[in-house]
């Protein structure tokens, strides 16, 4: 944790100004919690100079340190998570410390992306985070993990597709709209072999699913204003292209959906996640799906070597220019 003041810090957002009341507060409790450690830090090392001969006094020392250190870390978190609990309204001028990060992860946050407060951290994507090349996908997966402890996500990543039409990533709030659609669509998505309804016979299977949710997929709905019309994601699998995938509901098809999401998906995935090749697998008798697919600048490159029925379609960003 750091022991700096809580003053206003460079690139802080105006609409996440500490107000002065609040910093006066924080930095109060911060000096009391140091204060403390310190203090702790000091006698514990007095205590091992006098059990130790003079050549590990340095060592004792910093023993001691370190531990009062752990000591004034703690007090801190048990005073940050009062005012979470006692004053939720102030949770967004909270520093790093109250979601318990290790230290490596909050430097990369503060110093390399001028995040220092949550209400600044719920700004960013995951996108925003993973473009630092020290901040990987298990640091975001524990960062997210952190913030859903306290109730708290990141911003969703929305990527433009038309007028009023977005791909948003997946958050667990978005289960019931999601099982909703699915539960409407049984027999429809049910077509050409495909196993999406199969898998989610329950609210209860998507809640599961959504809170679980893996590193390596990008998991979008596509959002037409208010209404949950479809869905969309990226797969990553070792020693492949990147896979699209998607569905819409049958009530929204006729309309442009389909293909104008797979065009924003794909652009995303070259553009943003830096992919030279784009696949997809699609049933051979699924003319639909390949028509969307093939709309959208893919091209028929082959069978599915493990489900021959299915065709590969693949996308590469130099062959359309």
Same mark, same amino acid.
């Given at each position: 944790m750091s022991t700096d003041s809580f003053g206003k810090h460079e690139g802080m957002e105006p609409s996440f100004e500490i107000p002065e009341p609040i910093l006066d507060g924080l930095q109060q409790v911060h000096d009391?919690?140091?204060?403390?450690?310190?203090?702790?830090?000091v006698e514990q090392g007095r205590?091992?100079?006098?059990?130790?001969?003079?050549?590990q006094i340095a060592l004792a020392k910093r023993e001691g340190y370190y531990q009062g250190a752990d000591e004034q870390r703690q007090h801190f978190l048990g005073v940050l998570k009062h005012l979470e609990t006692e004053h939720?309204?102030?949770?967004?001028?909270?520093?790093?410390?109250?979601i318990?990060?290790?230290?490596?992860q909050q430097r990369v946050l503060e110093r390399r992306m001028g995040v220092h407060t949550l209400g600044q951290l719920m700004l960013k994507t995951s996108q925003d985070l993973t473009k630092d090349p020290l901040f990987g996908w298990r640091s975001l997966k524990e960062v997210k993990d952190k913030l859903e402890q306290h109730g708290l996500r990141l911003a969703p990543v929305e990527i433009p597709v038309d007028e009023g039409i977005v791909l948003r990533e997946v958050y667990p709030s978005d289960s019931a709209a999601m099982f909703a659609l699915i539960d409407r669509n049984r027999t429809h998505l049910s077509q050409h072999g495909d196993d999406?309804?199969?898998k989610y016979q329950s609210p209860e299977a998507m809640v599961e699913r959504n809170a679980n949710q893996h590193d390596r997929e990008w998991r979008f709905n596509i959002w037409d204003g208010d209404s949950n019309v479809g869905f969309a994601? @990226?797969? /990553?699998?070792?020693?492949?292209?990147?896979e699209i995938g998607y569905y819409l509901g049958s009530e929204f098809q006729g309309r442009g959906h389909a293909t104008k999401a797979v065009v924003a998906l794909t652009?995303?995935?070259?553009?943003?996640?830096?992919q030279t090749k784009v696949i997809a697998k699609v049933a051979?008798?699924?003319?639909?799906?390949?028509?969307? @697919?093939? /709309?959208?600048?893919?091209t028929i490159t082959g069978e599915d070597p493990r489900h021959t029925d299915n065709y590969v379609l693949t996308f590469e960003p130099e062959a359309q220019s």
């Open positions: 009391a919690a140091y204060g403390a450690g310190f203090e702790s830090g205590t091992e100079v006098e059990r130790n001969n003079a050549g939720p309204e102030i949770v967004p001028y909270l520093p790093l410390d109250a318990d990060l290790n230290d490596r999406t309804a199969a994601k @990226l797969t /990553r699998i070792i020693g492949q292209p990147l652009s995303y995935a070259t553009e943003s996640l830096r051979k008798s699924n003319a639909a799906s390949l028509a969307v @697919l093939q /709309r959208a600048g893919y």
